[in-house]
């Protein structure tokens, strides 16, 4: 599986952002998604999973209630809507795909795929 991911780009705080990642293959709809951030200096951090079939998210406290994961299978596409963005929200925004079938998890290194990362900027 081929990650692509898109839509980042310079905010300004209380803005919004649709990211969306889109997948190669026709499996895809068999993996649960993630999206992490990885801000400067900092580690990676998982940020919204969602489950193969849709219907089950996780998100992390910092953006519940702010951000929105959803997927599209008929499209291999999965979005992260960013809405009430902070400067603290600026980082590389990655999307990655889990094979394994347990959901949620939020370490990196578990996550099989991943896509080349969007850069989010928000100013303040």
């Known amino acids: 599986v081929q990650l692509q991911a898109s839509g980042g780009g310079l905010v300004q705080a209380g803005g919004s952002l649709r990211l969306s990642c889109v997948a190669s293959?026709?499996?895809?709809?068999?993996?649960?998604m993630g999206w992490f951030r990885q801000a400067p200096g900092k580690e990676r951090e998982f940020v919204a999973g969602?489950?193969?079939?849709?219907?089950?998210?996780y998100y992390a406290d910092s953006v519940k209630g702010r951000f929105t994961i959803s997927r599209d299978n008929a499209k291999n596409t999965v979005y992260l809507q960013m809405n009430s963005l902070k400067p603290e929200d600026t980082a590389i925004y990655y999307c990655?795909?889990?094979?394994?079938?347990?959901?949620?998890?939020?370490?990196?290194?578990?996550?099989?795929?991943w896509g080349q990362g969007t850069l989010v900027t928000v100013s303040s």
């Open positions: 969602l489950s193969s079939s849709g219907g089950t998210t």
């Open positions: 990655a795909a889990d094979k394994v079938p347990l959901f949620p998890r939020l370490t990196p290194v578990l996550y099989d795929y």
């Open positions: 293959g026709r499996t895809f709809s068999s993996y649960h």
